[in-house]
């Protein structure tokens, strides 16, 4: 079974940095999309940042672009979100996710990802900004 393991969240200072990782089993960076998404109390889960490895596309939302990195180790079928200049809105469960087709559209198009495009789901990593 597919199996995305996220881990490195914890709690930093405004301004800080944190690097989320999200480790994949039984499938290939390659043939996936990988999305980060997050989801504050309250709120609608969101998607933050995703990567397409087989072209190098990559999708941010405009409330990270200039803070947060995607990047991709096929060797460790790992995706990693560099977070710097952290902000306390930055708080949330942040989760990672796979999926095909519809996922690696999105990115190439240029579109924000959408849920319903992702088949697989990691188990959520918190992410605490302190003012």
């Known amino acids: 079974d597919v199996q995305l393991q996220a881990s490195g969240g914890g709690l930093a200072q405004a301004g800080g940095s944190l690097r989320l990782s999200c480790a994949a089993s039984?499938?290939?960076?390659?043939?996936?999309?990988i999305g980060w998404f997050r989801q504050a109390p309250g709120k609608e889960r969101e998607g933050v940042s995703c990567?397409?490895?087989?072209?190098?596309?990559?999708y941010y939302a405009d409330s990270v672009k200039g803070r947060f990195t995607i990047s991709s180790d096929n060797a460790k079928n790992t995706v990693y979100l560099q977070m710097n200049s952290l902000k306390p809105e930055d708080t949330a469960v942040y989760y990672c996710?796979?999926?095909?087709?519809?996922?690696?559209?999105?990115?190439?198009?240029?579109?924000?990802?959408?849920?319903?495009?992702?088949?697989?789901w990691g188990q959520g990593t918190q992410v605490t900004v302190s003012s």
């Open positions: 990567i397409d490895s087989s072209s190098g596309s990559k």
């Open positions: 039984q499938l290939h960076l390659d043939d996936y999309a």
């Open positions: 996710a796979a999926g095909r087709y519809a996922a690696i559209a999105d990115i190439v198009r240029k579109q924000p990802p959408s849920r319903v495009h992702y088949d697989y």
